[in-house]
DNA sequence: GCACTCATTTGCGTATGCGTTAAAGTTCGC
DNA sequence: GCGAACTTTAACGCATACGCAAATGAGTGC
């Protein structure tokens, strides 16, 4: 359940890494099957670090180990999507709601706010990428600020699990001025101090991201990712 | 975020499940440090399936693998109770309410129905152990009822995380007449088809349970376990 | 007695090679 | 031509060995 092993320069940590990167971006498309020694040659060392490191992206849902066929990149389907953001819905409520009940002061909060204003500036800059990586950061601050590790452990693992998916649909969705528009709601009500409302904006915010992105993926008959 | 894998007789898979006895046992004590190279002898194997158990098992948040000093026991602490407690009552409540919209027949609610049963006589019989697997079985059976394999991965974790606290104070608590009580009257609620009841009682629940066995430990000064 | 330096020990990350066995390919019979 | 049986290939799980570096212990000087 912990982090990666902070093992600076291990080959296994590398591994991980540049596995992830590679999956992330679809090099290693959803539903491909590669050797480990095929991975190895790519990474530029031994099997044995491959392995190790796709053991933990296994645990992380992010591949499955194959005996003789390898290492599958796991494809996320709609039905994946679905249960996917049905945990972020809950686990991400439950952060909002304990971080409206903890009281934080502005300064707590200025990580929150600073990612509400860069995605409003990217939203008139009509720049989505921008957006994106405010958006991550506003939901892994979310969760950091509900005080409960696990659950900010849980929530990586599942962005991670959905990751390609969303950048491979960014370009695809309108520009999100509705979305930005709960995220101030979300920070208003943690700051505030109102537990409740923050978890209700909170959850219909994650519905709402639900639907766009399953129904993108409908539309474009994208059965798969 | 896959199961281990099934691989039937593999070193490693024995290694996993050997390890996990003996971490809930407590053999392995929470905090307890031990080399790689003094667990494969316990297990009479070489080092290489002993350290992939470990990869593994340290994903699941069961250990910690130290560099030099060996794995580590990951200790669970009052805290550490909290979190996991939040975590499970935030996800089961939510596999509640999707398995009371789900429809299910009595037939589908036939394990859930069984486990209760079991556990009304278990406290009739005063068998606290055998209430035990019953409660174990409840709740399994009812995330699984929710159909989000996710949660029921995350779920399972959880209560890993948890095993060796709730066996050690098993015989320091109550008997469940309570809890079962509230069991009995959430799989009344997912009968009846009433999400929002069945989510309500069976987080009530849930903050119960937490609450009864942090109160244990804090009654008799277990920091940890 | 304490702090510093150097030498030794040892634990781990990794590379390599071997044995097992599943999968792929080939051959033969109908 | 097709299916079954046999043979070959190759991927993986694992054991072993090696090199590196962190930790420990010993010696020396103040």
């Known amino acids: 359940m912990t982090e990666p092993r902070e093992k600076q320069g291990s080959n296994t940590q590398r591994a991980v890494e540049q596995l992830r990167d590679l999956i992330f971006s679809g090099v290693l498309a959803g539903g491909s099957n590669h ?12 099997r044995t670090p491959v392995r190790e490191a796709a053991v933990l992206l296994e645990a992380q849902g992010l591949l499955e180990l194959q005996p003789r066929r390898g290492v ?9 999507m679905r249960e ?6 809950e686990l991400e409520s439950l952060a909002a709601a304990n971080a409206a009940a903890a009281g934080y002061s502005d300064a707590d909060l200025s990580g929150l706010d600073a990612a509400v204003t860069a995605m409003e500036e990217s939203i008139e800059a ?61 920070l208003n009500a943690i700051r505030g101090g109102d537990a409740v409302e923050a978890r209700r904006i909170h959850r219909e ?21």
């Not at 957006?131 to 950061?137: I, L």
């Not at 452990?153 to 950048?167: G, L, N, P």
């Not at 370009?171 to 709601?185: K, V």
């Not at 915010?205 to 990712?225: D, M, P, Q, T, V």
Request: zero cysteines; proline letters at 2%; a neutral charge.
């Open 205 to 225: 915010h994650r519905e709402r991201a639900k639907n766009e992105i399953i129904g993108l993926l409908e539309k474009y008959r994208i059965l798969s990712l």
């Open 35 to 46: 050797l480990e020694t095929e991975l190895a040659e790519m990474l530029g060392m031994s």
């Open 84 to 89: 996917i953001y049905e945990v972020l819905t």
């Open 72 to 80: 599958r990149i796991q494809p996320v389907s709609v039905d994946d």
């Open 126 to 186: 009509d720049d989505l990428e921008t957006w994106a990586k405010a958006d991550e950061m506003f939901h892994r601050e979310l969760v950091r600020l509900g005080k409960n590790s696990r659950v900010v452990t849980i929530a990586a693992m599942m962005s991670d699990q959905v990751r390609r998916a969303r950048q491979t649909t960014l370009h695809m969705r309108a520009m999100p001025s509705r979305s930005n528009e709960d995220h101030r709601a979300v």
